[in-house]
């Protein structure tokens, strides 16, 4: 059951964020504010030397603050979310794993505090974010090469720059990738509520599209619906919606979806299936349920369905020149 799956990941968040100073109430993903540490030659990191369940492998060290060299920067870190894909590579069972021993984190927003003598694209002040996964985010300052960050706007919210580099860019990037969609078309996707979901919404909306949003059904539904409609969600529908026939008269007022965003799997994952039109594409870029994805043949067969998956981190190695940054791929 990927609610049980879900619930983990929130407990699992919450241990992580009490392990730094942590600002409470953030909204998911959840995001960890930073204070320096006394000794201006030692951090504070969440470090983890072998794989595991994040809450016995990750440990708090204080950590010796590097020189700055030539192409260095010096970085303050002001905030990181903990996202799921952070807790999968603690755990061994990532795509691509850092070395090891490694600094926790994938995603995070710091502001520069000093450069080195060759760096050209940052100065002190500005905010940085990293160019790719596996940077460390989870410590209080660090000296990262200039090439391993990105400059963002410093008058943008704290938590959306945190939170920048990956849900965002990974719905923007299923949203146009995978199918030729003209504004009026429909998008149907599940985990709506999710941090890449709401990026699915804001981002279909700005580009015309028509969004069918799935959650999972909760006593306070309303309020969630709310939410999202406040995002721009034209339709949302429980998971047991989804599953009544009566739900195809939806399609009398959108256009059948040729776009279907899959982030649970399972049952989920079916029920989007059946909804696409012919010959669209499912792209799956999660499975919270943990179950596999069932396909009909006749889906495949009769409406030429096609089922691709997404996942931003082999997207920026094929489209950037510094190759995989110093990970080591899963076998």
Same mark, same amino acid.
């Given at each position: 059951?990927?609610?049980?799956?879900?619930?983990?990941?929130?407990?699992?968040?919450?241990?992580?964020?009490?392990?730094?100073?942590?600002?409470?109430?953030?909204?998911?993903?959840?995001?960890?504010?930073?204070?320096?540490?006394?000794?201006?030659?030692?951090?504070?990191?969440?470090?983890?030397?072998?794989?595991?369940? %994040? +809450?016995?492998?990750?440990?708090?060290?204080?950590?010796?603050?590097? #020189? /700055? @060299?030539? *192409?260095?920067?010096? =970085? &303050?870190?002001?905030?990181?979310?903990?996202?799921?894909?952070?807790?999968?590579?603690?755990?061994?069972?990532?795509?691509?794993?850092?070395?090891? %021993? +490694?600094?926790?984190?994938?995603?995070?927003?710091?502001?520069?505090? #000093? /450069? @080195?003598? *060759?760096?050209?694209? =940052? &100065?002190?002040?500005?905010?940085?974010?990293?160019?790719?996964?596996?940077?460390?985010?989870?410590?209080?300052?660090?000296?990262?090469?200039?090439?391993?960050?990105?400059?963002?706007?410093?008058?943008?919210?704290?938590?959306? #720059?945190?939170?920048? *580099?990956?849900?965002?860019?990974?719905?923007?990037?299923?949203?146009?990738?995978?199918?030729?969609?003209?504004?009026?078309?429909?998008?149907?996707?599940?985990?709506?509520?999710?941090?890449?979901?709401?990026?699915?919404?804001?981002?279909?909306?700005?580009?015309?599209?028509?969004?069918?949003?799935?959650?999972?059904?909760?006593?306070?539904?309303?309020?969630?619906?709310?939410?999202?409609?406040?995002?721009?969600?034209?339709?949302?529908?429980?998971?047991?919606?989804?599953?009544?026939?009566?739900?195809?008269?939806?399609?009398?007022?959108?256009?059948?979806?040729?776009?279907?965003?899959?982030?649970?799997?399972?049952?989920?994952?079916?029920?989007?299936?059946?909804?696409?039109?012919?010959?669209?594409?499912?792209?799956?870029?999660?499975?919270?349920?943990?179950?596999?994805?069932?396909?009909?043949?006749?889906?495949?067969?009769?409406?030429?369905?096609?089922?691709?998956?997404?996942?931003?981190?082999?997207?920026?190695?094929?489209?950037?020149?510094?190759?995989?940054?110093?990970?080591?791929?899963?076998?």
């Amino acid at each position: 059951m990927w609610v049980s799956r879900v619930l983990w990941l929130a407990r699992t968040a919450a241990l992580l964020r009490r392990r730094l100073l942590v600002a409470p109430g953030c909204p998911r993903p959840a995001t960890t504010a930073y204070s320096a540490s006394a000794d201006p030659s030692r951090v504070r990191a969440l470090v983890y030397e072998h794989h595991g369940h %994040p +809450a016995k492998v990750v440990e708090l060290k204080n950590l010796e603050l590097p #020189a /700055v @060299g030539g *192409s260095d920067v010096h =970085v &303050k870190m002001l905030a990181a979310p903990i996202n799921p894909s952070d807790i999968n590579m603690i755990q061994g069972n990532y795509g691509l794993l850092p070395k090891l %021993p +490694a600094v926790g984190g994938n995603e995070g927003v710091g502001q520069v505090v #000093a /450069v @080195g003598s *060759s760096v050209t694209g =940052v &100065k002190p002040g500005d905010w940085v974010i990293p160019a790719a996964a596996g940077l460390g985010t989870w410590r209080t300052e660090a000296v990262f090469n200039e090439e391993a960050l990105i400059a963002v706007p410093s008058d943008i919210p704290l938590q959306s #720059a945190a939170t920048l *580099s990956v849900n965002p860019c990974t719905a923007y990037r299923m949203l146009t990738d995978f199918e030729q969609l003209q504004p009026g078309d429909s998008v149907i996707q599940n985990a709506s509520n999710s941090g890449v979901g709401q990026a699915v919404i804001q981002i279909a909306r700005a580009l015309g599209l028509r969004t069918i949003n799935v959650v999972r059904d909760r006593p306070d539904i309303q309020t969630l619906t709310n939410k999202l409609k406040n995002l721009g969600a034209e339709h949302i529908i429980t998971e047991e919606e989804l599953r009544k026939p009566e739900t195809k008269s939806l399609f009398k007022d959108v256009p059948q979806p040729r776009l279907a965003l899959n982030c649970v799997g399972g049952r989920s994952s079916t029920e989007l299936l059946r909804h696409l039109a012919p010959g669209g594409t499912m792209v799956t870029y999660g499975g919270m349920a943990k179950q596999p994805i069932i396909a009909s043949v006749s889906q495949l067969i009769f409406k030429d369905l096609k089922l691709r998956g997404f996942w931003l981190s082999q997207w920026k190695k094929d489209h950037s020149p510094g190759g995989n940054f110093g990970f080591r791929r899963l076998q």
